[in-house]
Nanobody, 120 residues
Framework: QVQLVESGGGLVQPGGSLRLSCAAS????????MGWYRQAPGQQRELVAA???????AYADSVQGRCTISRANAKTTVYLQMNSLKPEATAVYYC??????????????WGQGTQVTVSS
């Protein structure tokens, strides 16, 4: 019923930029928050950025100043603009949403992940 579809990943040179997109669809009643997590090889999954329905944003300390999360007007699509990318940013990036469907409690949903590789 609910899908989070990511796009925009790929190979980029150090110092380059990428914009990731995530579109939520399905029987959605409301969305509390959406965000991006990443998991590098051998590492734990970590929060990169998140945005609430009220527009509040949060960023990992490691990406502040170089990443920006934003929403489309419909608020079912989020973007992650990543600039000045370093090899350490190489990871699988996962879209996340905390949302409600009809007649259900809010719960967490995850996208399938999109690979970001920063390499010369």
């Amino acid at each position: 019923q609910v899908q989070l579809v990511e796009s925009g990943g790929g190979l980029v040179q150090p110092g380059g930029s990428l914009r990731l997109s995530c579109a939520a669809s399905g029987s959605i009643l409301n969305i509390n928050a959406m965000g991006w997590y990443r998991q590098a090889p051998g590492q734990q999954r970590e929060l990169v950025a998140a945005i609430t329905t009220g527009g509040r944003t949060a960023y990992a300390d490691s990406v502040q100043g170089r990443c920006t999360i934003s929403r489309a007007n419909a608020k079912t699509t989020v973007y992650l603009q990543m600039n000045s990318l370093k090899p350490e940013a190489t990871a699988v990036y996962y879209c996340h949403a905390n949302l409600r469907i009809l007649f259900s409690r809010a719960r967490d949903y995850w996208g399938q992940g999109t690979q970001v590789t920063v390499s010369s």
